[in-house]
């Protein structure tokens, strides 16, 4: 008898700290979510967009150092100004969006997870993949956890929100992205910019 009411309370124990988790969709009905990457090479400095975001993240308010999810990015969606530009962006020679149609990030673990508040800051690390070359890197985030704030972003539908940003720098070298070229128009650094906002129904 003590032995079942030990199991059950594990059982218990167990419920209460997976209770708190929440999945978190970066699928933006609002088309607003945007990753920014900018290049400063000699000769140019190049800033774009991407919008097509997505992807799902598992979080918990009590305990935000266990995050873990998937961001996904279209990368048929990376955008500059310049309609030469983009093509070349978009083709074979940088990221041939054709054969390989997403930038991803994946979550791992978190590191020096700080909370004051509603807000959470950390250092995530995680598996990037560009142009089909899967890299291990750490990025440091900040996250703002809204309770009951997704009516006020979209109307009608309750639930919470997870405001995700993040600024940091890959090297195209790294992913096999025209290694070694051009780099006096685009520089081999490329920082990028996070602002996305996930949505937990209920």
Known sequence: MKKHAF??????????????????????PKGVNNVIFKTDAPLESINGTAT??????????ADPGSIKGKIVV???????????????????????????P??????????????????TTADLTGTMTIKGVAKKIT??????????KLKDRVPNLKG??????GTFTV??????????KGEDKVADEIELTLSLAGQSPR
């Open 74 to 100: 279209d990368a048929a969606t990376l955008h500059v100004p310049n309609p030469m530009m983009k093509e070349h962006l978009q083709g074979a020679m940088w990221l041939d969006v054709a054969k390989f």
């Open 160 to 165: 919470d929100l997870l405001v995700l940003r």
């Open 7 to 28: 199991l059950m309370t594990c059982f218990g124990f167990c419920l209460a700290a997976t209770a708190g988790q929440q999945t978190f969709d970066f699928k933006d």
């Open 139 to 148: 990025v440091p985030v900040k996250l703002t956890y809204l309770a009951d």
């Open 102 to 119: 997403t930038i991803t990030f994946e979550a791992i673990s978190a590191a020096k997870a700080k909370t004051a508040e509603n807000v």
């Open 52 to 61: 097509g975001v997505s992807g799902n993240v598992a979080f918990d308010p």
């Open 171 to 180: 090297k195209r070298s790294d992913f096999g992205i025209n290694q070694g």
